[in-house]
């Protein structure tokens, strides 16, 4: 079975900074994709970035970029020149490519504070 | 695009009663989800479907029951509430569950407390 495990459960960062949210998972499945959801106060959940598994390069949206590392099973999500509007929980998920189904494993989550 | 809308926003049931938390979404989905989200916690899947008409188990799926009739809906059904299903649902949809169709939109939740 597939587990995804975030260690940090809370982080903190001053606005314009960069901050890295660490996110580790178990799998021994080759294809898969990697997910960073956000989840402000106001609870909706948004999609922040995906990885597919095969590809090597890592994905970018604008401030956020992810550190995929397939070997050492590991997904960070960084966030370049942070924002007041950043703050919120975010989530780390994966989903076997294999399943057909789309279902996701989410990690427990990492509440991050940007600071005036 | 109204996107995934739920029903009701929040609700407080007593021990042993039963209620259905509705879940819509006007996007043509094929693929959609119930989720509950403990204090702290990360999501875990109760149920899913793939198209109407289509059911299966996730994660945690004692305790609830789902139907998929139309494309449109998937009702969670909560039979018998217990406190230990006090938490946040969540419905999603996506279209697929490649890419680049495979995000999973998700509604605003519904807050359920059991007492």
């Known amino acids: 079975a597939q587990t995804v495990t975030q260690s940090q459960p809370e982080m903190s960062v001053q606005e314009a900074e960069t901050v890295t949210l660490s996110c580790t998972y178990d799998?021994?499945?080759?294809?898969?994709?990697l997910f960073w959801y956000k989840q402000p106060p106001s609870r909706q959940m948004i999609l922040v970035i995906r990885?597919?598994?095969?590809?090597?390069q890592n994905a970018t949206e604008n401030r956020f970029s992810v550190n995929f590392q397939k070997a050492a099973k590991s997904f960070s999500l960084k966030i370049s020149d942070s924002q007041l509007g950043d703050t919120a929980m975010y989530f780390c998920?994966?989903?076997?490519?294999?399943?057909?189904?789309?279902?996701?494993?989410f990690g427990q989550g990492t509440t991050l504070q940007v600071k005036p | 695009n109204a996107g995934v809308t739920q029903t009701p926003k929040f609700r407080i049931l007593k021990i042993g009663q039963s209620m259905t938390l509705q879940c819509t979404q006007d996007?043509?989905?094929?693929?959609m989800y119930w989720y509950r989200q403990d204090p702290g916690m990360g999501l875990k899947l109760i149920y899913y479907?793939?198209?109407?008409?289509?059911?299966d188990k996730g994660e945690v799926p004692n305790g609830y029951n789902v139907s998929r009739s139309t494309t449109e809906d998937f009702p969670l059904r909560l039979e018998l509430a217990a406190p230990s299903q006090t938490s946040v649902y969540f419905c999603?949809?996506?279209?697929?569950?490649?890419?680049?169709?495979?995000?999973?939109?998700f509604g605003p939740g519904t807050r359920l407390t059991v007492l």
């Open positions: 799998t021994s499945e080759n294809n898969y994709y």
């Open positions: 996007m043509n989905h094929n693929y």
């Open positions: 998920a994966f989903m076997k490519h294999a399943s057909n189904t789309g279902k996701l494993i």
């Open positions: 999603a949809s996506s279209y697929s569950w490649t890419r680049p169709n495979n995000e999973q939109f």
């Open positions: 479907s793939v198209g109407a008409g289509i059911t």
């Open positions: 990885q597919e598994a095969y590809k090597q």
